[in-house]
């Protein structure tokens, strides 16, 4: 058994009736890297913002040293040498890295940056960090100023260190050096904790993981004698098959051809810079890429929200036979031939539904058109309903509850599945398992293989790359509005996909 760096005992903390943790015990060791892993909602962030300072505990006690502490803000986390990198950066834009990380901690005002700079560049040899002290923060790609965060919290003199979600923002090669970083950190003696919910990630670098489920602490197990079905079933209390059936794709016709299609924004920033490829009937087409590289534009452009500079749309129509360019119609006329979006923006409310009306009637927003038909039929939106509830396991009491009522994952699931009952021909789902639990995301990849299986051309756009490759027939990728290439997903590598996120010459076209 290793020292003590930190430890829990009996910690809870509660919002009105809500309970976020109970009765949590943890100790987390000197020199070694504890993975905390639960679902979303299961009191991971809560238990980190209470080390760190951000909450206090209703209850419980946090000793650090074997001595019992009191952590009332951020700055007593510091004093005990406590530092939180959280998944949003707090940095200034215009500001370089040192002036960053030096920020705020002279009473007088004054800085001297090159001694500064000096114990930096001394933190970054140590620990093998890539960063160069004179860049400025708007000038570097996300991982540099991750680095930033990280050095900053070093520079401070942290000895337990706390990173949330550390890799949702970075590629595979990016993610690899971090992990290098992190594994020459606890070397030296650091106690660090990860908050994640990616399996694999947890198996290759942590030493032991701690799993919370709805806001309890349900038990630690060492690294090297578990595995990705056991922690499953830790967290989610039952066991759960973790695979997708890939079917095998027949030669199936070309159901969306995007041809050479520009869009430049008002600031004259170009989002899309001369894209096509084609999307087959009976198929998953993934599309990976750094966040931010237009994948959200490329989607509302096939459906008619965003306006193009130049190129074409073909939806070859299973209906009619007929070949018909999209960038001439409008969205309610894309819809009504059968190509559907549903994305999952971070703002579910805002883009997809309504928070006020309950899930029926956001079942009928889909299926209202001018007339006075849609006040009559209420009878199929709320069988729709019903059995959107029943199949996907949506948490709510019932179907005339409001959606903004429901927790976030709920009305992803309300969300995906409107899209899917209107029989699409073409399917595009932007982030569909964002903030869902691994029950949930199962049932959803199975939903969109289904779709295949029914002959629809299916898009998804997602974050996780295992999951990409698992699920989709090919994958474009696609960096800063290009297309950097298009792989076959059988045959691909996460790495290949990473370099292919960050090459700078996209291809011209990709069939």
């Known amino acids: 058994m290793g020292t003590p760096a930190i430890e829990l005992k009996n910690i809870t903390k509660t919002f009105g009736p809500i309970v976020a943790n109970k009765d949590v015990c943890l100790t987390v060791n000197k020199g070694e890297i504890l993975s905390i892993l639960g679902e979303n909602g299961s009191g991971k962030t809560t238990l980190m913002n209470m080390i760190s300072g951000i909450y206090f505990p209703d209850h419980g006690q946090i000793f650090i040293n074997g001595e019992e502490v009191l952590i009332r803000s ?72 991750q680095t930033v965060e990280i050095i900053k919290v070093l520079y401070r003199g942290a000895d337990i260190l ?3 979600e550390p890799t949702a923002v970075l590629t595979p090669q990016e993610t690899k050096k971090l992990f290098a970083v992190l594994r020459k950190m606890r070397d030296s003696g650091k106690a660090i904790i990860i908050i994640t919910h990616k399996l694999h990630e947890v198996l290759s670098l942590s030493d032991r993981v701690s799993v919370l489920r709805k806001g309890e602490y ?10 990705e079905s056991e922690l499953t079933e830790m967290m989610v209390g039952k066991k759960i098959e973790l695979n997708i059936e890939r079917t095998k794709v027949e030669e199936t016709p070309d159901r969306l051809e995007i041809r050479k299609i520009s869009c430049v924004n008002r600031e004259g920033i170009t989002l899309l810079n001369n894209i096509s490829f084609t999307a087959k009937a009976g198929e998953i087409l993934g599309i990976a890429g750094i966040a931010g590289s237009g994948q959200r534009e490329l989607l509302e452009s096939i459906a008619g929200l965003q306006k193009l500079n130049s190129g074409e749309i073909l939806y070859h129509n299973p209906t009619t036979g007929y070949t018909e360019n999209l960038r001439d119609k409008s969205p309610v006329k894309i819809k009504e031939l059968g190509v559907r979006l549903s994305f999952v923006p ?49 948490v709510t009491p019932s179907a005339k509850t409001p959606v903004r009522r429901l927790s976030g994952g709920n009305v992803q699931k309300v969300l995906v599945g409107r899209e899917i009952a209107s029989s699409p021909t073409v399917l595009m789902v932007a982030y569909p398992v964002r903030g869902l639990d691994i029950n949930s995301s199962y049932l959803i990849y199975n939903l969109l293989n289904k779709q295949k299986e029914n002959g629809v051309a299916v898009i998804f756009v997602g974050e996780d790359l295992d999951v990409l490759i698992e699920l989709c027939d090919r ?9 950097t290439g298009i792989v076959d997903a059988e045959n691909t590598t996460k790495e290949e996909i990473g370099l292919l996120m960050t090459k700078n010459d996209g291809g011209e076209s990709h069939e």
């Open 74 to 145: 951020p700055k007593d986390a510091f004093k005990y040498k406590i530092g939180m990198i959280h998944q949003h950066f707090k940095l200034v834009d215009v500001f370089s890295a040192t002036e960053n990380i030096v920020l705020g901690l002279k009473d007088d005002g004054k800085y001297n940056l090159k001694a500064s700079e000096k114990k930096i560049r001394e933190i970054t040899a140590q620990y093998g960090f890539e960063l160069e002290p004179s860049k400025k923060i708007h000038e570097m790609s996300v991982s540099e100023k």
């Open 162 to 164: 706390i990173l949330d």
């Open 218 to 227: 349900i038990g630690t197990v060492n690294t090297a004698e578990t595995s």
């Open 346 to 394: 971070e703002d579910r409310l805002g883009m997809g539904l309504v928070g006020n009306m309950d899930i029926i009637d956001n079942m009928l927003l889909r299926s209202y058109r001018r007339g006075k038909s849609a006040f009559l039929e209420r009878k199929k939106p709320k069988d729709l309903a019903n059995k959107i509830i029943e199949e996907l396991e949506v």
């Open 475 to 483: 994958i474009m990728v696609i960096n800063s509005g290009k297309i």
